[in-house]
């Protein structure tokens, strides 16, 4: 299992992407279907998203790129726009406040759709790696990544430009982020690929400084 999504309307329903093609339950685990309708065979899906607002709308993305289905994953259908180079999307995220907003973060840059995946602009240098995007709930406008060489990225004004948020780092290799339920200002990055210094660091200050 590479990555899990619930339905926010139906906790009973569960999708998990694995290392061949998605699955989904709709009874709580108890039984499983197998979601291949038009994404190529033997992808691996790295991330999957539900759209709160309709569950019906699924995004998952996959080394083959990024699909998106209408009908809770019975048939999903490719999504152009990223250039092939680009297509190994690591993380998909919905913005909080408005979910036709879509991010993808892949090996080539983070790109955002704002029209729920009908056309896309990359939105950061195509040289960072984004594993782990982060959309504050308070303020959409802010947006931070977690990258494989350039550490914690922030933007405050909707990925129109973008600072490095990294005093208190050892090292650069973050791959994920999270933000406390109870108080956002409180975040937790994985830091890994350092036996010495690598290990979890967390904010109080929403990502300024890290200990």
Partial sequence: IESIAVDPKDPNTVYAGTWHLPWKTT?????????????????????IIVDKSN?????????????????G??????IQGIP???????????????????YAGT???????????????????PEIVVNDVFVDPRNSNRVLLATDRSGVMASENGTATWTSSNRGYTH??????LADHKDPQIMYVGVVNDREW?????????????L
């Fill in 172 to 177: 650069r290799y973050v791959t994920s982020i």
């Fill in 27 to 47: 009874d709580g685990g108890a039984t499983w279907q197998h979601m291949n309708k038009g994404i190529i065979d033997d992808s691996d899906v790295f991330s």
């Fill in 84 to 102: 092939f180079s680009a297509r190994r999307t690591r993380v998909l995220k919905h913005d909080p406040s408005n979910s036709s907003n879509v």
């Fill in 73 to 78: 994953g019975q048939l999903f259908k490719k």
């Fill in 107 to 125: 090996t080539e840059g983070l790109w955002k759709s704002m029209d729920a995946g009908q056309t896309w602009k990359r939105v950061t240098n």
């Fill in 198 to 210: 690598g290990g979890v660091f967390y904010s109080r200050d929403g990502g300024r400084s890290w």
């Fill in 55 to 71: 569950p019906s709308v699924v995004f998952a993305s996959a080394c083959s790129g990024i699909y998106k289905s209408e009908t």
